[in-house]
């Protein structure tokens, strides 16, 4: 839990160093149109190579630019390890409870037969409590936040609901986008549900949202079918 906690921390960073390389990159284009204007305006051809040579020189600034953006979002490879969901889930329970407003009623509820889990379990938890911070922050004036733990067809689903401010339709198509938040700067980076679903979907399953404004939100984590696969990677190796 500290180490989610770090993880948490991160996050925010992430968000005002993304911020501070977009500024970056915007000084280097700057130069790099300078550079093109005298060009296009000298006559004399060293003054002209100068010119590229300059552009270039931005050109690569702005590259290694791009790709420190890119190593700061591109989530840590995880450990995947075999684990009862439902246990994973109430022992975060203290957590989630303590992430809550005091406002904020939870609820949970585990299904007695889920099924077993391969997933890195420090994502596990992150992906529940970023998801409970959303809806935390929905319900500014309390609320009720439901966390169910169900078996659909051999999959694990988490549904986890709030009776928070809901999403406009237009907010909700871009929810998932990196670096989309409506939260005033400084207090969000806009990374959290991309990375729940990011890490959701490279393990094989899907992430859903349903909002009604003024009503809430439900998201729903729909877990891949390990044993499935498990079988299905033991069959190919035949
Ligand atoms: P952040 O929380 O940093 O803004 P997220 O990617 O987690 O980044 O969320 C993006 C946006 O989606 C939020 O700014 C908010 O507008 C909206 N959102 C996410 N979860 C909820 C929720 N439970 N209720 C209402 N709006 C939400």
């Known amino acids: 839990t500290f180490a989610q906690l770090v993880q948490a921390q991160k996050m925010e960073a992430v968000g005002r160093l993304a911020s501070g390389v977009a ?4 000084n ?6 300078g550079y093109v204007r005298s060009g296009l305006h000298s006559g004399n051809e060293a003054r002209m190579r100068e010119s590229l040579q300059g552009v270039d020189t931005a050109v690569n600034r702005a590259n290694l630019l791009t790709r420190r953006l890119l190593s700061l979002v591109r989530v840590e490879e995880g450990v995947e390890e075999w684990f009862d969901p439902g246990e994973a889930l109430k ?15 939870v609820d949970v509820t585990v299904a007695d ?9 420090m994502q596990f938890d992150l992906l ?7 809806a935390d922050h929905a319900m ?3 609320g009720g936040f439901s966390l169910r733990a169900r078996r659909d067809n051999d999959r ?3 549904d986890l609901a709030d009776t928070g401010v809901g999403m406009e339709g237009d907010v909700l198509v871009h929810a998932f986008e990196p670096f989309f938040t409506t939260k005033p700067r400084g207090q969000g980076s806009g990374l959290g549900l991309s990375v729940v679903r990011d890490l959701v979907q490279r393990a094989g399953g899907s992430v859903n949202a349903e909002s009604q404004l003024g009503r809430g939100t439900t998201i729903s984590l729909r877990f891949a079918d390990a044993l499935a696969e498990l079988a299905e990677v033991e069959t190919e190796e035949r």
């Open 23 to 26: 500024h970056d990159f915007g």
């Open 28 to 33: 280097v284009l700057a130069v790099a149109g």
């Open 91 to 105: 022992a975060l329970m203290p957590m989630i409870r303590q992430l809550m407003g005091p406002g904020v009623k």
């Open 113 to 121: 037969d889920l099924p077993p889990l391969f997933f890195d379990r």
């Open 128 to 134: 529940v409590l970023n998801v409970a911070a959303n």
């Open 140 to 142: 500014p004036d309390g």
């Open 156 to 158: 694990l689903v988490l």
